[in-house]
T-cell receptor, first 114, second 115 residues
Framework: AQSVTQPDIHITVSEGASLELRCNYS??????LFWYVQSPGQGLQLLLK??????LVQGIKGFEAEFKRSQSSFNLRKPSVHWSDAAEYFC????????????FGKGTKLSVIP | KAGVTQTPRYLIKTRGQQVTLSCSPI?????VSWYQQTPGQGLQFLFE???????NKGNFPGRFSGRQFSNSRSEMNVSTLELGDSALYLC??????????????FGNGTRLTVT
C-alpha cells in the first residue's frame, strides 16, 4: 500500500524568504504525485502534479516541485513567499491500479511572518 | 465553469441521528469521490462513484454509505452518528475514473459536528 510522509507539521517563514516543504512517498511503482493547498475553511486546491517526464514541475502561484526517485521525494518549493501563501499544504500519491484514490500526507501548516 | 458544490456547508447533529450530505460535481465530470478530514487521522478516502456504481470503498464501517445519480450528483449518508464522525467531509470530482493520473477537483466541504 502507498503512503506519504510530510515530516514537518508546522513551518514559519518570513515574507520574501524561500520555502521548501518536504514530502516522501512509499509506492511500489512509478507514482502519480500531487500537491494540494487548503486555506482555513476551504477545500483543497491543486497546486501541481507529476505523472512522468520532466522531474521538475511547475504549478500555480509560483510553486514548483521536484521528483527524485532515488530519494522517494517530491518536495515543494517557492523562491519568495507571500503572506497569502499561509495555509496548509498536502502531498498526495495516486493509486494506479483499479479504482482511483489519493493517499494524503498529514499536511504541513505554513505560517508567514510579515 | 462552476466548481464542485457541496451542501450544506455546516451541520450539527446529535449522536444516534443520521445525516445526508450532497455533492454536485463540475459539469461534465462523471466520477465523484468522498474524503473525510479530521485533525487526528487527516484525509482519508471514503468511496468513489462512477456511472452510479461504487467502484471502491475505504476502510470505514457500514454506517457510511453513498450513492450517485444519473446526473453524476452524489450523496453520502452516515447513520447512527458517533462523536468521532465529526469531521470535514470533502467531495471531489474528475472527468472519468482515474488510473492515478487524473487530478481531483475538490469542493469546500461540509463541516459535520456531532454532539
Amino acid at each position: 500500500a502507498q503512503s506519504v510522509t510530510q515530516p514537518d507539521i508546522h513551518i514559519t517563514v518570513s515574507e520574501g524568504a524561500s520555502l521548501e516543504l518536504r514530502c516522501n512517498y512509499s509506492y511500489g511503482a512509478t507514482p502519480y504525485l500531487f500537491w494540494y493547498v487548503q486555506s482555513p475553511g476551504q477545500g483543497l486546491q491543486l497546486l501541481l502534479k507529476y505523472f512522468s517526464g520532466d522531474t521538475l514541475v511547475q504549478g500555480i502561484k509560483g510553486f514548483e516541485a521536484e521528483f527524485k526517485r532515488s530519494q522517494s521525494s517530491f518536495n515543494l518549493r517557492k523562491p519568495s513567499v507571500h503572506w497569502s501563501d499561509a495555509a496548509e499544504y498536502f502531498c498526495a500519491v495516486g493509486a494506479v491500479a483499479g479504482s482511483y484514490q489519493l493517499t494524503f500526507g498529514k499536511g504541513t501548516k505554513l505560517s508567514v511572518i510579515p | 465553469k462552476a466548481g464542485v458544490t457541496q451542501t450544506p456547508r455546516y451541520l450539527i447533529k446529535t449522536r444516534g441521528q443520521q445525516v445526508t450530505l450532497s455533492c454536485s460535481p463540475i459539469s461534465g465530470h462523471r466520477s465523484v469521490s468522498w474524503y473525510q478530514q479530521t485533525p487526528g487521522q487527516g484525509l482519508q478516502f471514503l468511496f468513489e462513484y462512477f456511472s452510479e456504481t461504487q467502484r471502491n470503498k475505504g476502510n470505514f464501517p457500514g454506517r457510511f454509505s453513498g450513492r450517485q445519480f444519473s446526473n453524476s450528483r452524489s450523496e453520502m449518508n452516515v447513520s447512527t452518528l458517533e462523536l468521532g464522525d465529526s469531521a470535514l467531509y470533502l467531495c471531489a470530482s474528475s472527468p472519468r475514473p482515474g488510473t492515478g493520473n487524473i487530478p481531483l477537483h475538490f469542493g469546500n466541504g461540509t463541516r459535520l459536528t456531532v454532539t
